[in-house]
Structures are given as C-alpha cells and as structure tokens.
C-alpha cells in the first residue's frame, strides 16, 4: 500500500525521554553530530581556566572588561575547528597584555601561567613569543 504524499506516517516511537548523540528517524532523516577534537576540548578548557583565574583577580573594571572581550574573542577562535595559531597567539598577546598593563605579574601568578602555558603549547607558541619568559 502506498501512502499518498500529504499523508503522514508515524514511525512507531514511542518514549519518556531520549538519549543519543544524534538521532534520526523518519524517511529521508539525517542527524548530524559535530565533534570537537581532542586538541580543542584542551585549548576550550585552558581558556575556561583563564577566564576563571582572571576573574579571581582583583582589576580596575576597564581592565576587567578588555580582557573579557579578548578571552570571548579566544572562545570564538577555540570553537570555529582548528585553531589557527596566529590568530589565537594575537589574541594571548593582547590578554597578557592587558594584565601586565593592570600590573600583574603573569609569570609568577600560577594559575595564570599555567592555562596561558597550555594555550599557547595547543596553538604552537613559545613562552617567549608572548614576552612570557
């Protein structure tokens, strides 16, 4: 038996709650399901440490808010797939920037240098190059 076009057809799914990574049901249904690398789930990680040593830090509002927009820059980078070294060596740039300018000592603040180290490690930067070293 053939349905005609504007019928509909249930395809029998009955359920309280559903969990799947991607699901498709239905003719012609697709599910699509992005994966993040492993590379960047590590650098999306560091930059959330950053973000949570930053704001343990106590900085002038101006500061404080350059350097949310460079950190919400850095997420954007992270998310759009492979990071792209420059881009995100740019944006460490400007953040540890910032901090010196706020009269922080980077360096020797460890739970700055630590994610500022692993950022910089996923995007193929020396220390140096940030004037970290």
């Known amino acids: 038996m053939t349905l005609p076009k504007s019928a509909s057809v249930n395809y029998g799914i009955q359920a309280n709650s559903v969990n799947s990574e991607a699901t498709a049901v239905g003719e012609g249904a697709k599910a699509v399901k992005i994966v993040k690398s492993a590379e960047q789930r590590e650098l999306l990680s ?7 040593a930053i704001g343990k830090l106590d900085l002038p509002q101006p500061n404080r808010q350059e350097l949310q927009a460079h950190i919400s820059n850095l997420v954007s980078a992270a998310e759009q797939g492979e990071p792209h070294p420059q881009g995100v060596a740019g944006i460490l740039q400007h953040i540890t920037n910032g901090l010196k300018s706020a009269g922080v000592a980077v360096k020797e603040v460890a739970d700055l240098i630590g994610p500022i ?15 970290l070293v």
Request: positive net charge; aromatic residues 0%; hydrophobic residues 55%.
């Open 46 to 52: 560091a930059i959330s440490e950053l973000k949570s």
């Open 117 to 131: 180290t692993k950022i910089a490690g996923v995007a193929h930067l020396g220390l140096a190059a940030l004037g």
